[in-house]
């Protein structure tokens, strides 16, 4: 049975960890929203390379710009000038490689900001 000097020891003892608690939920949030982030990047450059590997013409590059911004489209609003679309012209058995890069791309609750790349290669006409 607790003495009446050790009644609000719990309370003390709560405000103490509530900070610590909160900052390690926020950072786990934080984490798993960048993660989930990096994954789209990785998925919409994949798509973006499948396109720039099999397409030919002057379009390619702009087709596969626009494939990985409308992958990414719900999670992460890109824009062309951070998708680059390597090399200019595809021939075959050479690689094609798309690189995504997000520079300061805010963590969720504003704790801080981090740049994110996806990439993705495949060979040229498959």
């Known amino acids: ?3 009446t000097r050790d009644r609000g020891a719990a309370a003390v003892e709560f405000a103490i960890i509530l900070p610590l608690l909160l900052a390690l939920t926020l950072g786990i949030l934080a984490f798993g929203y960048a993660f989930h982030v990096q994954t789209v990047l990785d998925n919409a450059a994949r798509d973006a390379v499948r396109i ?3 397409e030919t013409g002057t379009s ?3 087709a596969a710009r626009q494939t990985a911004i409308d992958s ?3 999670t992460i609003a890109l824009q062309a000038s951070q998708i680059r679309v390597t090399p200019t012209s595809c021939t ?3 690689n094609a490689r798309v690189t995504i890069t997000v520079v300061d791309m805010p963590l969720l609750g504003g704790i801080g900001a981090i740049t994110l790349t996806g990439t993705g290669t495949m060979r040229c006409n498959g």
Request: proline fraction near 13%.
């Open 60 to 62: 390619r590059i702009s």
């Open 92 to 94: 075959t058995g050479g």
């Open 72 to 74: 990414a489209a719900p």
């Open 52 to 54: 720039a590997a099999l």
């Open 1 to 3: 049975m607790p003495t």
